[in-house]
């Protein structure tokens, strides 16, 4: 329903319009001349403005340049009689949507009157999105300003990435990076989109391994109305929505072969159809993506096509697991003390030699992420300005959990310190390894993990989320 203003000085005319628009739901407002419909439109507002071109004083082409001036989105079409058809393709340079000429008959009106307010409404909603959008880049690249300065590392490895993050970011080349879970490869993504001239323009992130192949080819490529069932509107995928910035897509390795075959084509061609659609769409968009998957792995195992593969791995780019640059875990905690310092409402400004030692040691395998989870439920238990080793959870290595006061225990013939132990801290450390450990063997897949470990899926998915494991 929309409110639609009629401005016109013959009454019949403009009775009989208004009796049209509002059988058909619509809101009216009319006026006997220009200058009253002006003033109507001042107060009252229109989504549409319908005008006579004749009209003693106030004329329909002054309506027209001044309903400009007073509201700019509102559309405005002309009634003009048949000898009059060139002052109505002028008024259309000057910003009518449409015309329509005397006589005209009820039907002709209402099909007029229906797509000028559905392309209007289209418009509308177009300029919501983008703003939505716009505020969403803001938003993005403010936080990768912020999460750029979470890439934190003084290694020789890390040394390496940078240097190649430099050297990668001011090219349109396509990026593949390789790296095991919670290493940073979404900062690495956001750090090329920062350094680049496509800077000012979208990061869009597409997490391919949280969506099944009908809702991930939807997600990327966008869809028709009416392609298939629950598709009620029109939907850009998120190529379209990265156009002029950049795409990343995390997980790339779970994408189906039938959407992989849909992605080189957009890759070779930059171009796509929607789902359901027919229409070219030019995409001009930046392609960075992601997995945990070693490269020989993808090719020997199949897991993308070998085409597809080469058109990814143009820059690849491979991220160190944090035990492989140890040297960068105090950096790191420091700088995770300082962050989440205000969130946990912690005291603490100084981290002790015994949880540093600890911290060190151990291997983590959910890496920086594992880390700054660790660092945060540390700052909720510590009571004072120091972290202690005895605010740590417990952290297990190598088949054993390894406690805040530096006793590891075996599984198998586990003996009681003289000093006594926490046992639920150590029994906490080696329910997450084995978490772990059944997530990897399972490849990720949550519901065979669950099996190897003999539980459901409820219990499986709340001690995920109790140790912060994120497959």
Not at 52 to 71: F, P, S
Not at 158 to 177: G, K
Not at 317 to 343: G, N, S, W
Not at 354 to 369: F, I, K, Q, S
Request: charged content about 30%; overall charge negative; hydrophobic content about 40%.
């Amino acid at each position: 329903m929309a409110q639609v203003l009629i401005i016109d000085d013959h009454d019949s005319i403009r009775e009989g319009l208004e009796l049209l628009l509002r059988k058909r739901g619509h809101r009216t407002l009319v006026a006997d001349g220009g200058e009253a419909g002006l003033r109507l439109l001042e107060e009252e507002g229109a989504d549409l403005v319908i005008t006579d071109l004749k009209m003693a004083q106030v004329g329909g082409m002054e309506v027209l340049e001044k309903a400009r001036t007073i509201a700019p989105d509102t559309e405005v079409m002309v009634i003009t009689a048949f000898g009059t058809i060139e002052t109505a393709v002028e008024a259309m340079k000057k910003g009518a949507v449409d015309f329509i000429t005397k006589p005209f008959s009820p039907e002709e009106f209402a099909v007029k009157v229906e797509r000028i307010l559905a392309h209007r409404a289209e418009k509308q909603a177009l300029r919501q999105e983008n703003q939505a959008l716009r505020v969403e880049n803001e938003y993005l690249r403010g936080e990768t300003a912020a999460r750029y300065g979470e890439m934190v590392g003084e290694s020789a490895p890390m040394r390496a990435v940078f240097r190649m993050i430099e050297r990668v970011a001011p090219s349109d080349s396509t990026v593949m990076i390789y790296g095991e879970s919670g290493t940073g490869k979404e900062l690495v993504a956001r750090a090329i989109h920062a350094g680049s001239h496509r800077a000012s323009g979208p990061f869009i992130r597409v997490n391919c391994g949280a969506l099944p192949e009908g809702l991930l080819d939807s997600e990327l490529f966008g869809h028709e109305k009416g392609a298939f069932t629950g598709a009620e509107r029109q939907r850009r995928g998120r190529f379209e929505l990265a156009d002029g910035g950049t795409l990343f897509l995390d997980e790339i390795s779970t994408i189906s072969p039938n959407t992989q075959v849909r992605l080189l084509r957009v890759l070779q061609e930059r171009e796509l159809e929607r789902v359901g659609g027919e229409e070219t769409i030019p995409v001009d968009v930046r392609i960075i993506v992601a997995t945990n998957t070693p490269p020989e792995q993808l090719v020997s195992d199949e897991v993308l096509r070998e085409d597809l593969f080469y058109r990814l791995h143009v820059v690849p780019i491979t991220l160190p697991p944090l035990r492989e640059r140890r040297e960068d875990i105090p950096p790191l905690v420091h700088h995770f003390v300082d962050k989440l310092r205000d969130r946990t409402c912690s005291r603490v400004t100084q981290v002790s030699e015994e949880a540093m030692r600890v911290l060190c040691a151990y291997d983590w395998p959910g890496n920086v992420r594992q880390l700054e989870n660790t660092v945060e439920r540390a700052l909720v238990m510590a009571e004072g300005e120091v972290l202690e080793a005895g605010d740590l959870p417990a952290l297990r290595s190598n088949g054993a959990a390894m406690l805040a006061n530096g006793p590891v225990l075996g599984v198998d013939g586990a003996t009681l310190p003289e000093g006594g132990m926490d046992l639920n801290r150590l029994m906490e450390g080696m329910e997450e390894k084995l978490l772990r450990e059944a997530l990897e063997r399972a490849g990720g897949v949550k519901a065979e993990a669950a099996r190897l470990l003999g539980l459901k899926s409820s219990a499986f998915y709340y001690k995920l989320e109790k140790y912060g494991i994120e497959a």
